[in-house]
């Protein structure tokens, strides 16, 4: 189920955990292996012709219309909506190309699994939102299971006019919100401390949280079904045609073409080229990596050619501790001015929670180990505050994850290049991609099905601007 959520923010669980499947072996399956052993005998025996077996029924195929780097949600979402959207029926062969199977280190699985309308830009509004609907009908449209609820931040003096601005917009938008006086917090969570709160803002619905890894193997599911093809191996190459051409300004660019993917496969020398006519870079906190690799941002400094996706990946720490006094069961997801946030975990009074480090504070990335002490220093301290009742929590467990960090302005990556005319993006959202990932899904599929964005406008998010300066200025980045 999913709960609210309250800005300072507060919210709920939406999936429930997937049922695997499990299949029998039979006489078939016993003769086929058998077969197998019997030729490679065969071929081995003095006076026998020598032929070398190769098994490459993990490899991917030679060919696919469509290649999607990175199978967490964002790379499954693009999937399922080509799929969806395509006309006919399976005209469009999808390959999705993961190098990690087992997704121990995915931005996906590693999440805290929030989802909030709270944003005052309105096109993070309008995905929060399809998204919000997306997983509402999960059960059609991915056969798993789910729930729901909402959120919950706080603003101090300083902020109260930015967070009712902030409200306006997203009322304006559809989003079911309300602000909150002190008073007004104080009676509905008598848990809070209040101190310094000049406005909450709490999401009424459509706001909380989900579990992650329900919806990536409900999507994973749903898209074999439709007939999208895995690979598990890493994209080390891209192929690729050349043309000039110049722009408005007159300055002259080179055009290129992917026309084949080399994937390597995981534990072995072996890679297979793929030829393809569409590459869709959803890697992730690594698709700057897969976006070198294709030459963006091979050119002049300043130049559009010289322009580079300015994606990376950040380390980010979850932690999870109990509180045998602490907030009860219709707690929302709580963001605090200060940049801390939690939720509830099931219903033994565990709670996850963590916060973003400032630029000074970035931990190195290069592996997942968690620091505790920045538990202590700079997460329990302002949560002790405002909810009192923490001040005797106790830390359990603590992960680490990456985030897909735009360092230009946090925001996703969405649509083509200039310049690599067949590579589309979907990355870059810097910790709220997961939760918009349906939405981000929808426009990558149509631009490229149609060539603009059809259900939500997302031009703001192109990667023209990043050449233009041009920002997206979003206030509510957590």
Not at 116 to 131: A, D, G, K, M
Not at 164 to 176: T, V
Not at 213 to 235: A, I
Not at 347 to 367: A, F, I, Q, R, V
Request: charged share 20%.
């Amino acid at each position: 189920m999913l709960r609210r959520s309250l800005q300072l923010a507060l919210g709920r669980d939406v999936l429930g955990r997937g049922l695997g499947t499990h299949r029998g072996g039979s006489t078939l399956d016993w003769n086929g292996k058998m077969s197998e052993i019997k030729k490679k005998i065969q071929s081995v025996l003095p006076g026998g012709a020598w032929t070398q077996l190769h098994d490459t029924s993990y490899l991917p195929p030679e060919h696919s219309d469509v290649v999607i780097v990175g199978g967490g949600v964002m790379g499954l979402s693009v999937a399922y909506w080509l799929k969806r959207l395509e006309r006919p029926r399976g005209a469009i062969r999808v390959l999705v190309v993961e190098r990690d199977h087992t997704y121990s280190q995915a931005s996906t699985v590693l999440s805290v699994g929030g989802i909030r309308q709270q944003f005052s830009v309105p096109e993070n509004i309008q995905l929060s939102l399809f998204s919000i609907d997306f997983l509402r009908n999960i059960n059609v449209r991915a056969k798993t299971s789910g729930g729901w609820g909402g959120d919950q931040s706080f603003s101090p003096e300083r902020g109260a006019a930015q967070l009712a601005r902030g409200i306006r917009e997203q009322k304006q938008e559809g989003a079911k919100v309300c602000l909150m006086s002190p008073e007004q917090l104080r009676n509905k969570f008598p848990w809070i401390n209040p101190e310094g709160v000049a406005l909450a803002s709490y999401g009424m619905e459509h706001e909380g949280w989900f579990d992650p890894w329900s919806l990536l193997q409900g999507l994973r599911r749903k898209v074999q079904s439709m007939g999208v093809l895995f690979c598990q191996g890493e994209v080390t190459r891209f192929v690729s045609s050349s043309s000039h051409a110049e722009t408005p300004s007159g300055e002259e660019v080179t055009l290129k073409r992917v026309h084949e993917v080399h994937v390597k496969i995981d534990h072995s020398l072996e890679y297979q080229p793929v030829e393809c006519a569409i590459v869709i870079n959803a890697a992730g906190a690594w698709s700057g990596q897969i976006a070198e690799l294709a030459g963006v941002g091979k050119g002049p400094p300043g130049t559009l050619q010289g322009t580079k996706l300015p994606v990376e990946p950040r380390k980010r720490y979850v932690y999870l501790w109990n509180c045998p006094q602490g907030p009860g069961l219709e707690t929302p997801f709580v963001i605090d001015a200060s940049g801390a946030y939690f939720r509830r975990e099931g219903l033994g009074n565990n709670y996850l929670g963590g916060c973003s480090p400032t630029e000074e504070e970035e931990p190195d990335p290069e592996n997942l180990e968690v620091d505790h002490e920045f538990f202590q220093d700079k997460v329990w301290p302002p949560l002790a505050q405002r909810v009192p009742a923490f001040e005797s929590l106790k830390v359990r467990s603590a992960w680490a994850g990456y985030y897909d960090y735009n360092t230009f302005d946090q925001n996703g990556v969405v649509g083509p290049h200039p310049l690599v005319v067949n590579m589309y993006f979907a990355t870059g959202f810097s910790g709220h991609g997961l939760q918009q990932a349906p939405a981000v899904g929808r426009a990558v599929a149509e631009m490229v099905l149609h060539g603009n964005f059809q259900t939500i406008n997302l031009s703001p998010f192109l990667f023209n601007r990043f050449h233009l300066g041009e920002k997206v200025h979003e206030h509510n980045i957590i």
